[in-house]
T-cell receptor
Framework: ETGVTQTPRHLVMGMTNKKSLKCEQHLGHNAMYWYKQSAKKPLELMFVYNFKEQTENNSVPSRFSPECPNSSHLFLHLHTLQPEDSALYLC??????????????FGQGTRLTVV | DAKTTQPNSMESNEEEPVHLPCNHSTISGTDYIHWYRQLPSQGPEYVIHGLTSNVNNRMASLAIAEDRKSSTLILHRATLRDAAVYYCILRWGNEKLTFGTGTRLTIIP
């Protein structure tokens, strides 16, 4: 257990569906991230939130819509996805600290299959 | 972003030490060297990080070259549970983690 919880762990959705991925952390962290990991590819950063504000969007298509209502929760809203969007979606969090360089904690991911 | 170079794969026998190399010749003075690993079907997990001096923790040791252009992650006694992809990442402060392809470590029983 890393303290970062993602739900659901597995999701199968059609191309016309709308679904949401949820990430929750109660580690007191102020930064949260969405990563995508496709088969045989490195992890790709999608979005970064610092203090609930989106600070980075890595040229992600608009069919992926993030939401960060508070510093403990992060959502990824999905609509009209394509089969090539099938991947492992990982959430991470970290805490800036004056005393050192913070490590990031990752959830176990949501395995998404688009049919 | 400063880049790192790692071998694609390595093998090691169980209960023997493992040395995982990483080259980072363009590292800047403020970059910390981080190591993460990703076990099968899991998210990455933090292993260790350092700036200039060698570091030890319960999981591993990190040996950093004097010129900081390379580093080595040392697993002192590999077990089957250490089979994973190991990522060497340069990071400043709280900036985003940028992952490369890492080294896939196979442990031979």
């Amino acid at each position: 257990e890393t303290g970062v919880t993602q739900t659901p762990r597995h999701l199968v959705m059609g191309m016309t569906n709308k679904k949401s991925l949820k990430c929750e952390q109660h580690l007191g962290h102020n930064a949260m991230y969405w990563y995508k990991q496709s088969a045989k590819k490195p992890l790709e950063l999608m979005f970064v939130y610092n203090f609930k504000e989106q600070t980075e969007n890595n040229s992600v298509p608009s069919r992926f819509s993030p939401e960060c209502p508070n510093s403990s929760h992060l959502f990824l809203h999905l609509h009209t996805l394509q089969p090539e969007d099938s991947a492992l979606y990982l959430c991470a969090s970290s805490q800036a600290s004056r005393q050192g360089v913070p490590e990031a904690f990752f959830g176990q991911g949501t395995r998404l299959t688009v049919v | 972003d400063a880049k790192t170079t790692q071998p694609n794969s390595m093998e090691s026998n169980e209960e023997e030490p493992v040395h995982l190399p990483c080259n980072h010749s363009t590292i800047s003075g403020t970059d910390y060297i981080h190591w993460y690993r990703q076990l099968p079907s899991q998210g990455p997990e933090y292993v260790i990080h350092g700036l200039t001096s060698n570091v030890n923790n319960r999981m591993a040791s990190l040996a950093i070259a004097e010129d900081r252009k390379s580093s080595t992650l040392i697993l002192h006694r590999a077990t089957l549970r250490d089979a994973a992809v190991y990522y060497c990442i340069l990071r400043w402060g709280n900036e985003k983690l940028t992952f490369g392809t890492g080294t896939r470590l196979t442990i031979i029983p």
